[in-house]
């Protein structure tokens, strides 16, 4: 082994599966990516819904003088 400079090339079959495992590990990787982010995106929104909702529901109290719970 110590006078070769590289290993051996892949075989046909052995250089397909690993195409094969390194695509779908990159699809997984992509879609849990976009998903994380949509995931982040309805995070936000409701975050900023509730907000509102809150100013709103102290607008209401103010308006009629006391909780509206």
Do not use: F, I, N, Y
């Not at 079959?13 to 990159?26: N, V």
């Not at 995070?43 to 529901?57: E, F, T």
């Amino acid at each position: 082994m110590q006078d070769q400079l590289t290993a051996r090339p892949l075989s046909s079959s052995a250089g397909s599966l690993q195409a094969s495992a390194t695509g779908a590990l990159a699809a997984a990787c992509a879609v849990s990516v976009v998903l994380g982010g949509g995931q982040a995106v309805h995070s936000l929104l409701d975050r900023r819904r509730l907000r509102q909702w809150d100013k709103a529901r102290a607008e209401a109290d103010a308006r009629w003088g006391g909780k509206t719970v």
